[in-house]
């Protein structure tokens, strides 16, 4: 489903330990500074490519684990924060390095369930230690490569990445697999509003309508406005509704009671976010108190529009809703939240088509663990305007414990 399914490797280690030769290496082409010079790379750099005889990738570029002076710790903040992005971590030593720097990095892949792979690099120089080679494996490394910049072996570094790469970072369950069936005719209803961009459809439409026409399914796309006399006139039933979010209300009066009836950021909660604890969370917006605080996540960066959905849009029916006096952050991109997350009453995340699913579910872990409200944006809006039961009824089975607390 484009970029969001590319595999994500971090390449992380000390200053000048040639993260960014290898890089190189296996990109076959110069797409990372080299120098001499220890520091080279500052803040996380990302570059999409294709390793010969591996595939498409994202890789990261980390700056030096090792950095030194305030601005330093800054460059090695962006560098942990990088490795909740990364499916899979390339740790590069040399000299059989196994000290804080490399301790910390280990720890923090264990504690974000990152796989990793240890290259000792520059072996021209000083060869691996067979017993530190074992003490690498008992950190819980999947593999340890001895390898020389000038002559490394890359064929054995890609085997490497494909044998270490979990099967997630390529392949993720369907948007709509198991909510129709061959042949089925599925109703996309598209706002084109100032939130569009020209000439295009935003990217949760274009994915419904790709993964529709994979279940070798019928896609039917248009306008809230084209609704009621497509249906009148055509005396199509379609097995499945997927509205915008922000029109939620006129495609419930539109579209039968009786035919199923989602939103697209809602399909995208289930497909890669903490769909459970969405379900838990979303009706914690009834205990919302005066003074209470809201956190909005943006998984992207996008221009910002004077009736921007998760800026304006929503606090204001959220406050409608409430009746409460709410204050509202609102943090883009995967940047830092600057507040403690325990600061919040409720975390409403958007659909989070731009990034990967490891990267929204170690976006939500520190609300979840601190016991923090989660929803999600369809969810939320669904709910302030009464049709949340209608929203998630397709998801939520019979057979789903507690199904009813849900509904």
Excluded at 11 to 39: C, H, M, P, W, Y
Excluded at 129 to 155: F, H, I, W
Aim: proline share 5%; net charge negative; aromatic share 6%.
């Amino acid at each position: 489903m484009g970029r969001e399914r590319t595999p994500h490797i971090g390449l992380f280690g000390r200053r000048n330990n040639g993260k960014s030769t290898i890089i190189n290496k296996l990109s076959g082409q110069d797409i990372a500074i080299v120098s001499e010079q220890a520091g080279t790379t500052t803040d996380p750099v990302k570059k999409s490519f294709e390793i010969t005889g591996f595939g498409p990738v994202v890789l990261v570029d980390t700056a030096g684990i090792d950095d030194e002076g305030e601005l330093g710790a800054k460059r090695i903040a962006s560098t942990r924060r990088a490795i909740k992005t990364v499916d899979l971590a390339v740790l590069v030593v040399v000299d059989n390095q196994w000290e804080s720097p490399e301790k910390d990095l280990v720890e923090a892949f264990r504690e974000t369930d990152t796989p990793f792979i240890i290259v000792h690099n520059k072996t021209d120089l000083q060869l691996l230690d067979p017993e530190q080679s074992k003490q690498y494996l008992n950190a819980g490394c999947y593999r340890v490569l001895p390898y020389n910049e000038q002559n490394g072996d890359t064929e054995n570094l890609v085997q490497a990445i494909r044998d270490a790469m979990p099967e997630s970072a390529y392949t993720s369950a369907s948007l709509v697999g198991d909510l129709i069936q061959y042949g089925d005719i599925v109703l996309l209803i598209t706002p084109i509003d100032i939130e569009a961009p020209e000439g295009r459809l935003i990217l949760p439409q274009v994915q419904a309508i790709r993964d529709i026409l994979d279940n070798d399914a019928v896609c039917i796309v248009l306008k809230e406005r084209e609704v009621d006399a497509f249906l009148k006139k055509s005396n199509i039933r379609p097995a499945l509704a997927i509205t915008d979010s922000q029109i939620f209300l006129k495609a419930d009066a539109s579209v039968p009671k009786d035919i199923p009836l989602t939103s697209f950021s809602i399909l995208l909660a289930r497909f890669k976010g903490d769909f459970e604890n969405y379900l838990k969370g979303t009706p914690r917006i009834d205990t919302l108190k005066d003074g209470d605080r809201v956190l909005l996540l943006e998984s992207c960066s996008h221009h910002v529009a004077c009736d921007d959905i998760g800026r304006v849009k929503i606090p204001r029916w959220l406050s409608a809703y409430t009746g409460k006096q709410l204050n509202y952050d609102v943090v883009a991109g995967l940047d830092k939240v600057e507040r403690p997350i325990s600061d919040y009453a409720l975390l409403i995340q958007c659909g989070a088509c731009m990034i990967t699913r490891k990267q929204l579910i170690n976006r939500l872990g520190p609300a979840v663990a601190s016991q923090v409200p989660i929803t999600n944006y369809g969810m939320a809006i669904a709910y302030v305007q009464g049709i949340y039961r209608r929203a998630i009824e397709p998801f939520v089975r019979p057979s789903v414990q507690d199904a009813a607390d849900y509904l």
